[in-house]
C-alpha cells in the first residue's frame, strides 16, 4: 500500500500524461492510465485526478495569476502537473494547506530543478494567502 505522498506522484505522473496525450490531441481513458501506474484502485488518486482534469482551465487560471513574468504554458509539462496537483488540493480538498504546499515542494525538488521549485513554492504561497482568506 502506498503513503500518500507516493499517492501523490502517481497523480503527478497521471496528469503528466494527460497533458502529453491532450497536447497530442490523442485520445485516452484516464482509469487505463491510473491503472498502470497504481495496481489497487485508490479513491484519492480517483477523485484528485478526475477533480485537476475537471477543473484544469481554473488551475491554469490561478497558478498564471500568480506567476511573475510567467505562464503556466511555458513550464515544462512535469512543472505544470505538480503546479495543478499543488493548486487543486489547495483550493479544493480538506488537505491542511501547509501539506498541500510541502508535498507539491518535495515532488518539485525530485523531478524539477531549484529554480522551478522556488516559482511553484512561491505561487502556492501567494494562493494560500491570497485566495483562502
Known sequence: ?????????????VIYQVNILEEANLDYDINELI??????????????????????QKLIDYANKYLNDWTMDRLNKVDQAILCLGIYELLYTETPSVVSINEAIELSKRYSDESVTKMI???LDKIYHEEEK
Open 1 to 13: 500500500m502506498k503513503n500518500r505522498s507516493e499517492l501523490r506522484e502517481v497523480i503527478m505522473k
Open 35 to 56: 491503472k498502470e501506474l497504481l495496481e489497487v484502485e485508490n479513491e484519492f488518486v480517483n477523485t484528485t485526478v478526475e477533480g485537476i482534469i475537471k477543473e484544469k
Open 121 to 123: 513554492n512561491g505561487v
